[in-house]
């Protein structure tokens, strides 16, 4: 079911996302990628998905601060901690959108920030992700965190998130083939 507080927090992404296709379809076609500039549908749906993605993950930091029990988002509450996205009732630690967002030496560096943070701050460090598999283990000393059990440990319905999201892209979907696709 779509939960309406939620759908409120996210509501910004689709502005976002409309505004930056349109920026990106105001590009010169030869700065552009040669698909892209041969098939400008590929050009608005790239920006679509690059642009709501980027923001959805922002957004979600902030679903769980204004939603969950006892979370804050330091990008909005505090002065941005090194390698900490959310301060929890279990510890400090990052959400991420899906577990592949971060790959490779991303990783271990997010993972050393990770651990001299909450090593400085006296707290139990953690690695969320917010949609996909549900799981929660712990390596390390890290609490590995994601999908349905990461919400639950916060005190928000997983399906009614996962509902909103979908919500929230259909109707920026709409808006994009109602108000763009018929102009190129």
């Known amino acids: 079911m779509v939960d309406q507080k939620i759908y409120n927090i996210l509501l910004p992404i689709k ?14 076609p030869q700065r552009l990628n040669i698909i892209k500039a041969a098939v400008p549908c ?5 920006s679509f998905e690059r642009t709501f993605s980027t923001c ?11 939603c969950g029990k006892g979370v804050i988002n330091t990008d909005k509450e505090e002065k941005k901690t ?10 400090e630690g990052q959400l991420k959108s899906n577990k592949n967002t971060q790959t490779g030496t991303h990783v271990k560096d997010s993972l050393n920030k990770l651990l001299e943070t909450t090593s400085m701050n006296g707290t139990d460090p953690f690695f969320a992700t917010a949609l996909g598999e549900s799981y929660e283990y712990v ?3 890290v609490l590995y965190i994601g999908g349905q059990k ?6 928000v319905d997983y399906n009614d998130l996962y509902d909103t999201i979908v919500k929230v892209i259909q109707d920026t979907y709409d808006e994009v083939e109602r108000t763009i696709i018929p102009t190129l």
């Open 15 to 28: 502005d976002k996302t409309i505004k930056k296709i349109k920026s990106n379809l105001k590009e010169d």
């Open 42 to 46: 590929l050009n608005v749906y790239a």
């Open 56 to 66: 959805l993950g922002h957004g979600l930091q902030e679903v769980a601060a204004k």
């Open 82 to 91: 090194l390698g900490i996205d959310l301060h929890t009732l279990f510890g």
């Open 139 to 141: 390596k390390d000393g």
């Open 150 to 155: 990461f919400w639950e440990k916060i005190g």
